[in-house]
């Protein structure tokens, strides 16, 4: 039941938003009582604290099935584009804006997984770009990290690129497209160029 709560309540705070949705949503959606809810959660907080850590390890869990699948690097990124474009297909605006706006303490917690997550995970895909001749090998792979975590981390956080998910969607392709282009062989663009035209 603990499970079957949580999912209903991702797939509602995703689509609603975390401050819009109510307990007395969620129970009415899963057509249990409201009590049954807080026999797992004592409160909203800890439910969306709970929330978010699951919706954390479910995004892992399936990052590194693709990670799996042995797609070439550039392949790979584009892979995991579409997962998240797939999991914020019902949002109207940023989740990671919604935590940080109304629930600072869940997000700053969630922020320091997506950190490590996000440095290991693009780490591991510049060394197999670099092994495949589709990156560079003269990157500062530190720097472009870094860089590459602003830019991302800025459309769904700030304002810069505007709040609707749709314009979000399109900004975070087109930051995939800089990063690439910018540490790419030339062979590498022309698998970047392939990727975009599938996309």
């Known amino acids: 039941m603990k499970e079957k709560i949580?999912?209903?309540?991702?797939?509602?705070?995703?689509s609603y938003g975390f401050?819009?949705?109510t307990m007395d949503d969620i129970a009415k959606e899963l057509a249990?009582?409201?009590?049954?809810?807080?026999?797992?959660?004592?409160?909203?907080?800890?439910?969306?604290d709970a929330s978010t850590i699951f919706m954390h390890h479910t995004m892992d869990t399936r990052i590194n099935e693709i990670v799996e699948q042995n797609f070439n690097a550039i392949e790979e990124n584009f892979a995991i584009k579409n997962l998240f474009k797939d999991l914020f297909k019902k949002s109207k605006t940023s989740p990671m804006f919604q935590l940080k706006k109304y629930?600072?303490?869940?997000y700053t917690k969630l922020?320091?997984?997506?950190i490590c997550?996000?440095?290991?995970?693009v780490m591991e895909n510049l060394k197999k770009g670099i092994n495949e001749k589709l990156y560079r090998t003269d990157i500062d792979k530190e720097m472009v990290i870094k860089?590459?975590?602003?830019?991302?981390?800025?459309?769904?956080?700030?304002d810069l690129f505007g709040s609707k998910m749709e314009d979000i969607m399109k900004t975070e392709l087109k930051i995939l497209e800089y990063h690439t282009r910018s540490i790419a062989t030339p062979q590498g663009i022309e698998e970047l160029d392939q990727q975009l035209l599938n996309f």
Do not use: W
Not at 117 to 121: A, D, Q, R, V, Y
Not at 147 to 158: D, P, R
């Open 111 to 114: 922020m320091e997984q997506e």
């Open 32 to 48: 249990i009582s409201k009590k049954t809810i807080y026999k797992y959660f004592r409160n909203k907080v800890e439910l969306v």
């Open 19 to 21: 401050k819009s949705i």
């Open 117 to 121: 997550t996000f440095k290991e995970c």
């Open 147 to 158: 860089l590459y975590f602003t830019l991302v981390f800025e459309a769904y956080e700030g």
């Open 6 to 14: 949580l999912n209903k309540a991702v797939d509602l705070f995703l």
């Open 103 to 106: 629930y600072p303490k869940t």
